[in-house]
């Protein structure tokens, strides 16, 4: 059954997160596969964007560590808005892909490098 103040809370966690590109991201998931948009709408920005126990920017330095490690780079660097929406500077996300090169691996870096770059220049900061 639905929550829908879970809902409501997910879809406000998730515009303060990421913006306009949150949403359309929603609609287009939503468009897919509206239960699979749900899920993660209630469950992850309903739950677990609620949680206290960090910052949403470390949350965010937590979430784009495990997507540099994964390999996940379209992930990441849509994750990578988010951070700098949540404060993280530039040299901030410099220095968790560097501590991923030695952990994860230089080709995971290599990747998580690339979709950084396209943030700078899709957000000015190149």
Do not use: S, W
């Not at 739950?47 to 379209?74: F, M, Q, S, W």
């Not at 870096?109 to 220049?121: D, P, Q």
């Amino acid at each position: 059954m639905a929550d829908e103040g879970k809902y409501q809370r997910g879809l406000a966690n998730r515009a303060k997160v990421f913006g306009n590109e949150g949403e359309e991201r929603r609609r287009a998931f939503e468009a897919a596969n509206p239960d699979f948009a749900r899920f993660v709408t209630e469950n992850v920005f309903g739950d677990l964007y609620e949680r206290k126990g960090i910052d949403p920017k470390a949350r965010e330095t937590v979430i784009l560590a495990i997507l540099c490690t994964l390999g996940r780079d379209n992930e990441f660097e849509h994750h990578a808005k988010a951070a700098i929406n949540m404060g993280m500077r530039k040299e901030d996300l410099q220095e968790i892909v560097m501590i991923c090169a030695y952990y994860a691996g230089a080709p995971n870096a290599v990747g998580a490098t690339k979709a950084m770059l396209n943030v700078y220049k899709e957000m000015g900061m190149d």
